[in-house]
């Protein structure tokens, strides 16, 4: 039996690095794991608690919801923008804490990886991310930490799955994740 990871990438870019590590995060994963990059998270609306009930939630965030209550387990691959995470991970966060006490993602495990530009390749973004996810219900595993510093210049040339120290980093942070999930998965 796999393990099922809904992946959210935090930049909306074609061409996005945080996209590509998790295209690579794909090919770095054993048999046993199997990812699901959620490609409609910048079609869902702002959280508005209005919205939110039944029969009106807004069909991609419906499907989010849906991917994260059919997964084991959930990896932010996030940016960071202005010191912080991008909205579109905040936001996706924000639907998935709802229902109070009974979100999908209550008790799951969950990480944050991923790369920015400056040296220390988005450490504040990331951390943010963990305490919004643990706010949120998720079980935050913190062992998992990958910051790739200078992107930019880093993958300017090369795609991460080229690069074997990523591959390598993304193999350990796919199997660290599958292991914290195999409990619930079994």
Excluded at 106 to 119: D, E, K, M, R
């Amino acid at each position: 039996m796999s393990t099922k990871v809904l992946t959210l990438v935090g930049s909306l870019r074609a061409g996005s690095v945080n996209r590509q590590l998790a295209e690579t995060a794909v090919l770095a994963s054993g048999d046993d794991v199997e990812i699901n990059i959620f490609d409609r998270i910048g079609h869902i609306p702002f959280y508005n608690e209005d919205i939110d009930v039944d029969g009106s939630v807004p069909e991609a965030a419906a499907e989010l919801r849906a991917a994260a209550a059919s997964s084991d387990a959930l990896l932010l691959v996030c940016p960071e923008y202005n010191g912080t995470m991008p909205a579109v991970l905040k936001n996706a966060i924000d639907w998935l804490s709802r229902p109070f006490g009974t979100s999908a993602i209550s008790g799951t495990p969950a990480a944050v990886i991923g790369s920015a530009f400056g040296q220390f390749g988005g450490v504040w973004a990331h951390d943010d991310a963990r305490k919004s996810l643990g706010i949120a219900g998720a079980r935050v595993v913190e062992d998992v930490r990958l910051s790739i510093g200078g992107s930019v210049t880093r993958f300017a040339e090369i795609h991460p799955k080229d690069d074997a120290e990523v591959v390598e980093q993304l193999r350990e942070v796919m199997s660290t994740l599958a292991g914290e999930a195999a409990p619930s998965a079994a």
